[in-house]
């Protein structure tokens, strides 16, 4: 009776992560999600920056083609922005991919850089042995 308890519970489990997963991917293949990525990387490169920050340079910098695709994306408030850019982070969305950086007082600091083979890869942060070989 346990045994069953425990794999119909599991069962409900794995329903929920692929409903999450279907979730997730739906969001990020959203082609103005790309079109935002695309955009942010012509405008400021692999350099980072927060929310606040890309949406001051899109007033001051006249980037109307930028500041449009932000809109299309999320609207104009750089807390919406940050929580689209944790939903896809990680993830390659139209050939880019944006990562955390660091945080800052003034929040969150992003990178949008561009993936090759539509695969992104972690920063290798640390030594590896000479005799470890990483494969992707």
Same mark, same amino acid.
């Given at each position: 009776?346990?045994?069953?308890? @425990?794999l119909? $519970?599991? =069962? +409900?489990?794995?329903?929920?992560? #692929?409903? %999450?997963?279907?979730?997730? &991917?739906?969001? *990020? ?10 955009? @942010?990387?012509? $405008?400021v =490169? +692999?350099r980072g920056?927060t929310? #606040?920050? %890309?949406?001051?340079?899109? &007033?001051?910098? *006249? ?23 944790r939903r896809?982070?990680?993830q ?22 561009r ?17 470890l070989?990483?494969t992707?």
């Amino acid at each position: 009776m346990g045994e069953e308890r @425990i794999l119909a $519970a599991l =069962g +409900e489990l794995r329903a929920e992560v #692929a409903a %999450l997963r279907r979730a997730v &991917e739906g969001r *990020s293949d959203r082609p103005e999600i790309g079109a935002l990525l695309s955009k @942010i990387h012509d $405008a400021v =490169g +692999e350099r980072g920056f927060t929310g #606040a920050e %890309l949406i001051d340079f899109c &007033e001051v910098a *006249s980037a109307t083609a930028l500041l449009t695709a932000i809109v299309a994306a999320c609207g104009t408030n750089p807390r919406r922005l940050g929580r689209l850019f944790r939903r896809i982070e990680g993830q390659a969305v139209g050939g880019f991919v944006v990562r955390r950086v660091d945080d800052s007082r003034a929040g969150l600091v992003w990178r949008v850089a561009r993936v090759s083979g539509g695969k992104a890869y972690a920063v290798q942060m640390f030594t590896l042995p000479s005799s470890l070989k990483i494969t992707p």
